[in-house]
């Protein structure tokens, strides 16, 4: 049992200084806070900031209660491994060998969240998908990874939003812009940012002929709090046109949409998933404004490869994820060497062990 204690002794001492780091005690306070407001009478008089606080508590409460039981179940395990010592049981003795182990594989993942500790990793993402090369089978092969992101997100119970989307000719989309909130969101989802390289016998080809599609992620934070930046409106250049994206009757026959164009920088935003021209404008700026914000950093911090990444066109030898469905399967990130035949389970979303993969790789460099 000595065994047993002592790594049980040394795991808890990594679960105190990881408490410390991840600053759960002021996750805890913040919580209380959070709580506290949302038994005021007038909570719910304004609805949206009601449901933020509701998310924003929801989120920290199961990350606060994860490692709070973590260090409850150690402490259970000190101490039945102390009475074992004096009291040995051969039945006991093998449940406490197993639970350590359990425990030890447990803290490995919530470790996990150690590599999520730059400045915008918390907080929610801004992706563009844009097609490549390849023409209608880049703009399926764009559809198909936003799917497959989207799932990825639903999955971790992240809001999901389709800004804008330009379609394809036949099918798929051409280009797409996609807002996701949710704790730890572009910490993630920044994995992926970059070129995507798929291989597969085509389902637009009569002759079954083996193609290869490009298409490009563009991941930003969006910066929740306040932006300061300042943007003359002499730089802006701001179009109204009808909604070409899926919508009821009225989005489709108003001008609804807007697209800003930042003239000094060329950033370019488009938003025609609201139904008021005033809505699309006010989400359009945000994006901007977190655009704008962005490259400031880059300059002020020299942060660009990290938060971005170099733009690379959607070609050739650009790609950092390549997907393998013929002759074979497999799905192999570039960077990390992650790889898996599983390449079903990674377009249904089952993307964690290629974006810890990276992470890890991305603190070594």
Not at 93 to 100: G, S
Not at 180 to 197: F, K, N, P, V
Not at 313 to 331: D, F, R
Not at 344 to 357: A, H, N, Q, T, V
């Amino acid at each position: 049992m000595k065994e047993e204690i002592k790594q049980l002794q040394e795991l808890k001492e990594k679960v105190e200084n990881t408490w410390k780091l991840l600053k759960i005690d002021n996750l805890k306070i913040e919580q209380d806070k959070l709580e506290q407001s949302m038994q005021s009478p007038d909570f719910w008089s304004d609805a949206e900031k009601a449901k933020n606080v509701s998310k924003r508590y929801d989120e920290i409460k199961q990350e606060v209660e994860v490692w709070k039981k973590m260090k409850e179940e150690i402490n259970e395990l000190i101490e039945l491994g102390n009475e074992l010592e004096k009291s040995p049981d051969k039945q006991l003795q093998e449940e406490l060998k197993n639970r350590t182990q359990d425990l030890f594989t447990k803290f490995e993942k919530l470790e996990f969240y150690l590599l999520l500790d730059s400045k915008y990793d918390k907080g929610n993402a801004i992706l563009t998908f844009t097609a490549g090369s390849g023409g209608t089978e880049a703009q399926d092969w764009a559809e198909m990874i936003r799917r497959m992101v989207m799932r990825f997100a639903e999955d971790k119970g992240w809001d999901v939003e389709i800004i804008d989307e330009s379609l394809g000719t036949e099918t798929g989309v051409k280009s797409s812009l996609v807002r996701i909130e949710g704790r730890y969101a572009y910490g993630y989802l920044q994995a992926l940012s970059g070129t995507h390289r798929l291989v597969r016998i085509s389902p637009f080809d009569a002759e079954k002929m083996r193609h290869t599609s490009f298409a490009s992620i563009e991941i930003i934070p969006e910066i929740n709090e306040e932006i300061d930046i300042e943007i003359d409106p002499k730089d802006l250049r701001i179009d109204t046109f009808m909604s070409g994206g899926k919508g009821g009757q009225s989005v489709n026959t108003t001008y609804s949409a807007v697209r800003i164009v930042h003239i000094p920088t060329g950033i370019t935003v488009q938003c025609q998933n609201e139904r008021s021209q005033l809505q699309n404008k006010d989400t359009a700026m945000k994006v901007l404004k977190s655009k704008l914000q962005i490259l400031k950093d880059e300059e002020l911090e020299k942060e660009k490869q990290e938060l971005r990444g170099v733009y690379k066109s959607a070609e050739w030898g650009n790609q950092i994820i390549s997907y393998v469905l013929h002759p074979y399967k497999m799905v192999k990130d570039l960077r990390s060497k992650y790889e898996t035949a599983d390449t079903d389970k990674i377009l249904d979303g089952g993307l964690i062990e290629l974006m810890e993969s990276f992470l890890r790789w991305k603190k070594g460099q």
